[in-house]
């Protein structure tokens, strides 16, 4: 009888290592599972961040390949050009200015 008995402690020893490692296992798949779905999740917010940007500067560029008043004033904003006998004032910003 005790030849009986070592074999069932034996083999629920077994079945319960292996239940234990199981669940490290599904523990472990779980918390990659998890860290996934929030890698996924940023690089959706990432993704439609980008494809906003996207829309805004294709429309200045569509603005700019039709609109010649809309080229004018940029080229004026950014580069300071003027016409002839136009005259330009710059001043420097101070603190308070918002």
Excluded: C, H, N, W
Excluded at 42 to 49: C, D, G, H, T, Y
């Amino acid at each position: 009888m005790t030849l009986r008995r070592l074999i069932i402690a034996f083999y629920l020893l077994l079945f319960l290592s292996l239940a234990a490692g199981s669940g490290v296992f599904f523990l472990q798949t779980k918390r990659e599972y998890t860290r996934l779905q929030q890698m996924e999740a940023q690089s959706k917010v990432r993704l439609a961040e980008a494809e906003q940007k996207l829309r805004e500067q294709e429309r200045v560029l569509e603005r700019l390949r039709t609109d010649p008043a809309y080229v004018e004033m940029i080229i004026r904003q950014r580069l300071g050009y003027s016409k002839p006998d136009e005259y330009i004032f710059r001043f420097e910003k101070t603190p308070y200015d918002r």
